[in-house]
């Protein structure tokens, strides 16, 4: 049972523009949700993350936003920069538990074409 | 500080050979985690370990062995090689398992392959 899912294994867009990464959920005891990016033959680093107390978060070109009642997060980069091609994973985790107990959705490829 | 460290790079093993993939680091971390990723699945939290002396099972545990003596080492033991653990392992670390808020720092990874 996959509990944090991400429906698109890639995302081509051009540079300047925006990209929107999506990511859906099921189980309703995640509080806190966090995005990590990839580039190949490294480890994942942490990007940007959100309570669910709050349905917008913002660091630079990134945002993060959660939709609790359709359980449903998204990461907007603006501009994408060519920089930005690598893995994102949107990764969740619920109180209550060991609190770096991550579920991890299956990745996006995203590809920012100069 | 040279923060999450995994030894081996890469490693070819045939079935049931053993061994152990080394993760160190050197943040004074309490809380240490061991992932696999594989495609399609994204990373899959197989052990982690609040402190020294604490471990405990996570979503894909199976086959796997670990134990943490000290807060720098946690080291990851296959106890008797599968194809199906041919995969690409991540040991993290963060300051504590109790604040959720706290980010995870990953280590380079180990490319595992067996045969």
């Known amino acids: 049972d996959q509990q944090v899912k991400q429906n698109s294994p890639s995302l081509s867009v051009q540079e300047g523009r925006i990209s929107i990464l999506n990511c859906d959920y099921t189980?309703?005891?995640?509080?806190?949700f966090l995005w990590y990016k990839k580039y190949p033959a490294e480890g994942p680093t942490f990007l940007i993350s959100?309570?669910?107390?709050?349905d917008k978060n913002e660091d630079g070109r990134f945002t993060v936003f959660l939709n609790k009642s359709a359980k449903h997060l998204s990461l907007h980069i603006v501009p994408s920069q060519p920089g930005d091609s690598a893995v994102y994973f949107c990764?969740?985790?619920?109180?209550?538990?060991?609190?770096?107990?991550?579920?991890f959705g299956e990745g996006t490829q995203l590809t920012v074409n100069p | 500080n040279a923060g999450v460290t995994q030894t081996p790079k890469f490693q070819v093993l045939k079935t049931g050979q053993s061994m152990t993939l080394q993760c160190a680091q050197d943040?004074?971390?309490?809380?240490m985690s061991w992932y696999r990723q594989d495609p399609g699945m994204g990373l899959r939290l197989i052990h982690y370990?609040?402190?020294?002396?604490?471990?405990d099972q996570g979503e894909v545990p199976n086959g796997y062995n670990v134990s943490r003596s000290t807060t720098e080492d946690f080291p990851l033991r296959l106890l008797s090689a599968a194809p199906s653990q041919t995969s690409v392992y991540f040991c993290?670390?963060?300051?504590?398992?109790?604040?959720?808020?706290?980010?995870?720092?990953f280590g380079p990874g180990t490319r595992l392959l067996v045969l």
């Open positions: 959100i309570s669910s107390i709050k």
């Open positions: 370990s609040v402190g020294a002396g604490i471990t």
């Open positions: 943040m004074n971390h309490e809380y």
């Open positions: 990764a969740a985790s619920a109180w209550g538990t060991s609190g770096s107990r991550l579920t």
């Open positions: 189980n309703s005891m995640f509080d806190y």
């Open positions: 993290a670390s963060s300051y504590s398992g109790s604040g959720y808020q706290e980010t995870q720092y």
